[in-house]
């Protein structure tokens, strides 16, 4: 089930994409599909036609795993 993530890098605006499955601890880079800006436009640092992006893990400050449909449906506490 691909996973879509919010990705931070270092110096640089956070752009947003698909992994197919969560990186393991091993892993030297983050390989992520159909990277885009988070208003769906092109990222200025890639060119347009870029399917796949494989991002070094010393170049991300941190990700952020956006709720699947799975995870939406799972009720959790609510703080009023």
């Avoid at 752009?15 to 992520?32: G, K, N, S, T, Y």
């Amino acid at each position: 089930m691909p996973h879509t993530l919010t990705i931070h890098m270092m110096n640089e605006e956070p752009f947003v994409a698909e992994i197919d499955e969560l990186p393991h601890a091993v892993d030297q880079v983050l390989i992520c599909n159909s990277p885009r800006r988070r208003d769906g436009k092109d990222v200025a640092s890639f060119l347009p036609e870029v399917v796949t992006v494989l991002v070094p893990w010393h170049r991300i400050a941190f990700v952020e795993v956006m709720p699947s449909e799975v995870m939406e449906d799972i009720v959790t506490f609510i703080r009023e």
